[in-house]
């Protein structure tokens, strides 16, 4: 079975740093991209930050360009995405999900993060 | 930056009735070297996960339903769900792609039953 399991969201500190990982599993994990979107409460979809499937090229949008960074471990079947410098604006679920045809075909059930003193 | 508009924001709809969401780019999502349009649906349901309906603006997941349908090329896209559904209320919400490693999504549309 196809399966994206997100953690470490949790509550942190404006200012403060957190690492989510996305546990991938009944696929080829070198074959596709993987991409980050998220979602605050209440509101739409936004696309957050991607890297293909040879895990050297990456890209994000541009309200966390400079403060997030994804990355992949083939080894562990894992994409990381370190946030830092985190602000009250990205207090939204994280979904983890694979890239295919141009569109996202699966998603994880998703990991919170809220930012908040 | 491409932006997605859709139209409407908020729609009823009768059950066994038509209703139709659309989605019009800032610039053409058609890719001219595969004659694609990189242009993707999806439905969310509350407390859910999106799921994938249709891609490449008008072919359909599988496991779709053929009640649910994609239209459209360039700039003005297309959903239509020919006879709707109780299971079908959610927010649908279009996608785009175009070459430069970026995603936008439409601010989503909202279908529920008149």
């Known amino acids: 079975e196809v399966q994206l399991l997100e953690s470490g969201g949790g509550l942190i500190q404006p200012g403060g740093s957190l690492r989510l990982s996305c546990a991938i599993s009944g696929f080829t994990f070198r074959s596709d991209a993987i991409i980050w979107v998220r979602q605050a409460p209440g509101k739409g979809l936004e696309w957050v930050s991607f890297i293909a499937d040879s895990g050297g090229v990456t890209s994000y949008a541009d309200s966390v360009k400079g403060r997030f960074i994804i990355s992949k471990d083939n080894s562990r079947n894992t994409v990381y995405m370190q946030m830092n410098s985190l602000r009250d604006e990205d207090t939204a679920l994280y979904y983890c999900t694979r890239g295919r045809n141009m569109a996202i075909d699966i998603w994880g059930q998703g990991t919170m993060v809220t930012v908040s003193s | 930056d491409i932006v997605m508009t859709q139209s409407p924001d908020f729609l009823a709809v009768s059950l066994g009735e038509r209703a139709t969401i659309n989605c019009k780019s800032s610039q053409s999502v058609l890719y001219n070297s595969n004659n694609k349009n990189y242009l993707a649906w999806y439905q969310q349901k509350p407390g859910q996960p999106p799921k994938l309906l249709i891609y490449?603006?008008?072919t359909r997941e599988s496991g779709v339903p053929d009640r649910f349908s994609g239209s459209g090329s360039g700039t003005d896209f297309t959903l239509t769900i020919s006879s709707l559904q109780a299971e079908d209320v959610a927010v649908y919400y279009c996608q785009q792609y175009y070459g430069n490693l970026m995603y936008t999504f439409g601010q989503g549309t909202k279908l529920e039953i008149k």
């Open positions: 490449w603006a008008s």
